[in-house]
């Protein structure tokens, strides 16, 4: 029997199975989850001023957050809390409000975005909600290669310098989505010194998994907000957070830092919109995180006793089968929630079809591209938060195997 009929009887019998495994999505488990429940009861109907003040059920508050969420979340992102806006639900949506109202009315005093041209840089392998909001909104994306040391800084220096239409740098700066790799010290000066033709060029950091982390020892960037003001760029970066993935998913809240005057100019633009953010929910998060053992840092390192096998089954199994073989490489990330694996032969669209014959479940083939194209057809992103342990390891071994058969199939 040759390699490859192997290969396909071993499929066979996977197949047979019949399971029913998902590792496609960065979802938190139910055990993560619980970790929270406390915070559905934590605030009661005598819990109707904050201790700054400020009248819970009313309307007043301003449209920037609870001073106490933004102390909070504001150390979050390593900012003041005159340096940050804290409002409803996602990062996400903070970063598209802020995208469109850029394109109507401008940044830093710069014209509005919709008149022309405009395009935005963008780090690949990367988050695939960031390309779909980016191309909605009109945006040309300017593609650039993700490094272990964040974007790749000769590229970005070359677009930015180089085209006004260019508008700025939209990427994941710690625990990257979906390489796991974190912006370097030296890349975080260069990023704030470096030279744009755009008057407003933008850097939109999503720091979604900032506090996300996997090992004891954390490496922690150095601050974009503290290197912009360092280099005279002060209004350069806008960096963004979340507790969707530290309370619960569906039912967190999203804020932002950035310099003092882009507080005021976003503030302005979001007083149009509403009088304020759901005050209740960010004082029950304030309540909650601050008598969590240990606070934020303290509910982060349970999450990690969850996580940190599952990413150490990711590992083990990818060693064990493709170690040596030549057929792919992966990142081995110390945060955030996914792997990113590249095979060495164009197969990762074969390899999700044979998964989900399988009952496995992955991210589309090109999802972490613009448009969902993967020029190299190569990129694979793993994602082992919500499955429980022995599902994660049944489905790594189904992914090593459609793997391994992919390949020989195109070597045949």
């Not at 800084?153 to 930015?160: G, H, I, P, R, S």
């Not at 390192?301 to 170690?323: M, S, T, W």
């Not at 993967?374 to 459609?402: F, G, K, Y």
Request: charged fraction near 20%; charge should be negative; proline fraction near 6%.
């Amino acid at each position: 029997m040759s390699e490859l009929e192997a290969l396909r009887a071993q499929f066979e019998e996977k197949k047979g199975r019949g399971l029913s495994l998902n590792i496609q999505r960065g979802q938190p488990s139910d055990e993560d989850f619980d970790l929270s429940s406390a915070m559905l009861t934590c605030v009661g109907p005598d819990d109707v001023t904050s201790p700054s003040g400020i009248a819970l059920r009313n309307y007043p508050g301003g449209v920037a957050g609870l001073k106490e969420a933004r102390e909070m979340f504001g150390a979050v992102l390593s900012a003041k809390a005159d340096q940050t806006i804290v409002g409803n639900n996602s990062s996400l949506a903070m970063l598209a409000n802020t995208l469109m109202w850029a394109l109507l009315r401008g940044l830093g005093g710069g014209e509005p975005w919709a008149g022309g041209a405009r395009k935005m840089i963008v780090a690949v392998p990367g988050y695939d909600r960031h390309f779909t909001l980016l191309d909605a909104l009109g945006f040309e994306m300017v593609t650039v290669p993700m490094t272990s040391d964040g974007p790749d800084l000769d590229e970005v220096e070359k677009f930015a310098s180089s085209d006004p239409s260019v508008r700025g740098l939209v990427f994941v700066p710690t625990y990257s989505n979906p390489t796991g790799d974190t912006i370097s010290d030296a890349n975080v000066e260069r990023l704030a010194r470096m030279t744009a033709a755009s008057v407003d060029f933008t850097i939109f950091a999503d720091d979604a998994y900032v506090v996300h982390h996997l090992t004891d020892a954390p490496h922690r960037p150095k601050s974009l907000i503290a290197a912009c003001a360092e280099a005279g760029n002060s209004d350069r970066a806008i960096v963004y957070g979340s507790t969707s993935k530290i309370t619960f998913s569906g039912a967190g809240i999203g804020f932002l830092a950035t310099s003092e005057a882009n507080v005021k100019l976003l503030t302005g633009y979001l007083s149009q919109e509403f009088i304020g953010p759901n005050k209740i929910e960010q004082y029950r998060h304030v309540k909650f995180l601050g008598s969590y053992p240990g606070g934020i840092e303290g509910l982060m390192r349970a999450h990690a006793e969850i996580l940190r096998p599952k990413f150490d089954a990711v590992q083990r199994v990818l060693e064990r089968d493709l170690g040596g073989t030549g057929l792919a490489t992966w990142t081995k990330p110390e945060g955030g929630y996914f792997v990113s694996l590249d095979t060495s032969k164009p197969v990762v669209t074969r390899v999700v079809e044979l998964a989900n014959e399988a009952g496995v479940s992955l991210t589309p083939a090109g999802a972490s591209f613009p448009h969902g194209e993967d020029p190299s057809d190569s990129n694979l992103r793993i994602a082992p938060s919500r499955p429980p342990l022995a599902e994660v390891e049944q489905a790594m071994e189904i992914v090593t195997l459609c793997i391994k058969l992919a390949s020989a199939e195109h070597a045949a």
